[in-house]
């Protein structure tokens, strides 16, 4: 089974993100043929800082591969290396009615957020359209947010197979449901528009402090405390293992250690658990033509399923 997915490098990441998206993004790696490129075409729409932008995809880069992604199983890559897109994405627009752009939640909330409206914003689905198209991808790993995207994709793909023949795979997509959404240090959805993360690269002096913010009750050392509900627990449960939860329910129970104790044990798991991509990410951060031959090999890969799909594509359309 083919599964793609690409990426918006959307800056500092948080332990929301790690278990909610990129962990079980990882997971599929071990069971499917897994396509994942760095969608920095899509983020020129809204990111005009060239440098930014540059910054951007190579860090994003640097934070998958350090996380686990496997050049050695997975097809890597930065969209913008494989040109085929852009040519498929004009044939692809020859084929969408305007009326299916118009009615993109995404397009029409960007807007509403004061993004400016440019071209290419409106006609972002067909982009990625093409991105799922070209390589016959047949399920494609996505947020909530992003499953009328890939609706539009199925749709501009159907519309083409009508003229002219079965010439793309019909892709699904898949949200996985199972995901509990994460908690911020005030017990509210971790996200980093309500300024209450925990990031996942940091250094141990801002994840103490930011563990430390954690909204916890003010029940006196000595006395037992309830571990049901409360945040440092809730967050501690990502990171324990079941015996190790057994352990700290106890230590709640018992009483004789503030929320204090608990969030500094909290720290130390949290920082033990990326102990490993931390180091992968400072590797990486000092060797980024290394990074590059990575992207470059994956582009490689993906340009000759690309170049192949393109010959069949210009054929079917009439383009000599
Ligand atoms: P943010 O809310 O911080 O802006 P994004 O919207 O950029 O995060 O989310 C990127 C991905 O991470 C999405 O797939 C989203 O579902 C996931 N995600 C974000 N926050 C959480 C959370 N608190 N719990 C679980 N998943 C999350
Ligand atoms: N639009 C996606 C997002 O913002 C990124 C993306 C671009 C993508 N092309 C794709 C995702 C193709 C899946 C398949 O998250």
């Not at 995207?149 to 199972?178: M, Q, S």
């Not at 037992?224 to 293992?241: A, D, R, T």
Request: proline share 3%; hydrophobic share 40%; aromatic share 10%.
């Amino acid at each position: 089974m083919r599964v793609l997915t690409g990426i918006q490098s959307s800056g500092t990441l948080h332990i929301g993100n790690y278990f909610g998206a990129i962990k079980p993004m990882l997971e599929l790696q071990k069971e499917s043929e897994l396509f994942m490129f760095i969608a920095n075409y899509h983020a020129l729409t809204s990111l005009k800082d060239a440098k930014a932008l540059k910054q951007n995809t190579i860090d994003a880069a640097v934070t998958f591969l350090a996380l686990g992604i496997d050049p050695a199983k997975t097809t890597f890559w930065a969209q913008s290396h494989v040109k085929e897109v852009l040519e498929l994405y004009w044939i692809l627009s020859s084929f969408t009615p305007m009326g299916l752009l118009e009615r993109a939640h995404s397009y029409k909330d960007k807007v509403a957020k004061g993004i400016g409206a440019n071209h290419a914003l409106f006609s972002y689905p067909v982009l990625m359209a093409a991105d799922i198209l070209l390589y016959d991808a047949e399920v494609v790993p996505v947020g909530k947010d992003q499953i009328q995207h890939v609706e539009i994709t199925r749709d501009i793909a159907l519309k083409f197979n009508n003229e002219h023949g079965d010439i793309f795979t019909l892709p699904t997509f898949k949200v996985d449901e199972n995901v509990a959404t994460v908690p911020g240090t005030d017990g509210a959805k971790m996200s980093k528009s309500y300024g209450n993360t925990i990031d996942l690269f940091t250094t141990e002096k801002k994840l103490k402090k930011q563990v430390g913010s954690i909204v916890s009750d003010s029940t006196p050392i000595e006395e037992p405390k309830e571990y049901e509900g409360c945040n440092i627990f809730e967050m501690s449960k990502l990171f324990l293992s079941p015996h190790e939860l057994e352990e700290l329910k106890a230590r709640y129970k018992r009483g004789g250690e503030g929320h204090g104790h608990f969030k500094m044990y909290l720290k130390d798991k949290i920082w033990e658990h990326f102990a490993q991509a931390r180091e992968k990410k400072a590797y990486y951060d000092t060797h980024q033509d290394e990074v590059m031959q990575i992207l470059d090999d994956g582009a490689q890969k993906a340009q000759k399923i690309a170049a192949e799909k393109m010959k069949m594509i210009r054929d079917a359309v009439g383009i000599i």
